[in-house]
């Protein structure tokens, strides 16, 4: 492996994230809070004087979680838990559970059960977000969660520093959208697993470190000659299997769109600095594409749904279901009724890393792109 390569570091912390922050913690001394993907606020954490570190299970290999969560729970909330009964997380100080569907609001009982000497708080995101009330209960959450993060820092979240913490993010979001784009314009440098693996990172070390990283990276490369590789959109909540998007790269698929925790959907807004800071964090969150297991109107879901592909101009839509994962199960007949309505080819994956064909997955993705060029009815 060579050294020199500025895109080394980024695979090496997604490989072992956990040593590199034990690393971290020692020479910094900071307090460090790890929290279930998706949509906890980091800036918060960060305000906090903490270094938010998300704890993803996806392609964690399953065995003492087995005794405590049902085998049908998906990937990312197992994993999860096996890094915690591993002992891989001793190093948090603090972990955020969101709640965003009954498997997370599980996991976050039987976390305060398994590991009662480690402070673990339930974030509890309105699931109705288009209800009136939702932004003031959100901003009343947030208040509650700052609360207890000062309880484990000892820092108060002040105005300034919460600015401080705004604006470091918003310029990590605005690189992450750029490298987004090198995506579409030099894809033979700039490949989708490359990119992601800069998403994927991002949540896992300290964000002015993974800013710095980002400096190293060719940004001044030329961009490819035109091509006519095929625009797919993805939905989806983590890249499960990991190998997926190097799949993507190895058929040639251009991606333009996704709506994964750590992908696009992550970066595409910025909360807005304004007087109540609180309220910028919400109306960010409000703004966001919604997270499969919040509550919309189902019409409204599909419209803008087909709204973002149009936007995209993508060819065709792979769906990366997480196996197990109901609220996914729910959406997604709508949503590929909705398309084959528009006459756009999708392709639905269930994936998981706990016993997904890779092979099947790749002569899916070969006959999907048959389609799309139009050689496959
Ligand atoms: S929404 Fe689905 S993938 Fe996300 S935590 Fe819940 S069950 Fe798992």
Not at 271 to 297: A, K, N
Request: aromatic share 8%; charged share 25%.
């Amino acid at each position: 492996m060579n050294k020199s390569d500025p895109w080394v570091p980024f695979a090496d912390i997604i490989r072992d994230p956990w040593s590199k922050i034990k690393a971290t913690k020692a020479k910094t001394g900071k307090k460090i809070i790890g929290h279930i993907l998706p949509d906890v606020p980091e800036e918060l954490i960060h305000a906090a004087g903490a270094i938010p570190i998300a704890v993803a299970g996806a392609g964690i290999p399953i065995s003492l979680s087995q005794a405590h969560i049902p085998g049908y729970s998906c990937s990312h909330a197992m994993g999860a838990l096996e890094l915690g009964l591993r002992g891989e997380l001793d190093v948090l100080d603090g972990m955020i559970i969101p709640y965003v569907c009954d498997t997370t609001r599980n996991l976050y009982h039987l976390w305060r059960n398994l590991f009662p000497d480690s402070p673990c708080e339930f974030l509890r995101l309105p699931k109705k977000i288009g209800d009136s009330n939702a932004k003031q209960y959100l901003k009343e959450e947030y208040l509650r969660i700052s609360k207890w993060l000062e309880g484990i820092t000892g820092n108060k979240i002040v105005d300034d520093t919460l600015v401080s913490s705004i604006s470091i993010y918003n310029k990590s979001r605005d690189q992450l959208r750029s490298a987004y784009q090198m995506m579409g314009t030099s894809p033979s440098s700039w490949t989708a697993s490359r990119v992601i693996s800069l998403f994927e990172s991002a949540v896992r070390v300290p964000r002015e470190e993974h800013l710095t990283m980002l400096e190293r990276l060719p940004w001044n490369v030329s961009a490819d000659p035109e091509t006519d590789h095929p625009r797919i959109y993805v939905r989806g909540k983590v890249w499960d299997p990991a190998e997926i998007t190097a799949l993507f790269d190895e058929y040639g698929f251009t991606l333009v769109g996704d709506e994964i925790v750590t992908g696009n959907r992550s970066v595409v807004i910025d909360p807005i600095i304004q007087e109540d800071l609180l309220q910028s964090l919400v109306d960010r969150h409000m703004s966001l594409i919604p997270y499969t297991g919040y509550h919309i109107e189902p019409s409204q879901m599909i419209d803008d749904f087909l709204a973002r592909i149009k936007n995209s101009k993508a060819q065709g839509v792979v769906f990366l279901n997480p196996k197990f994962c109901e609220a996914a199960a729910f959406d997604t007949p709508d949503l590929i009724f909705a398309l084959q309505k528009n006459s756009i080819p999708n392709l639905a994956l269930e994936t998981s890393s706990r016993g997904t064909s890779l092979s099947q997955i790749r002569l899916r993705l070969e006959a999907f792109k048959e389609i799309l060029a139009g050689d496959l009815p």
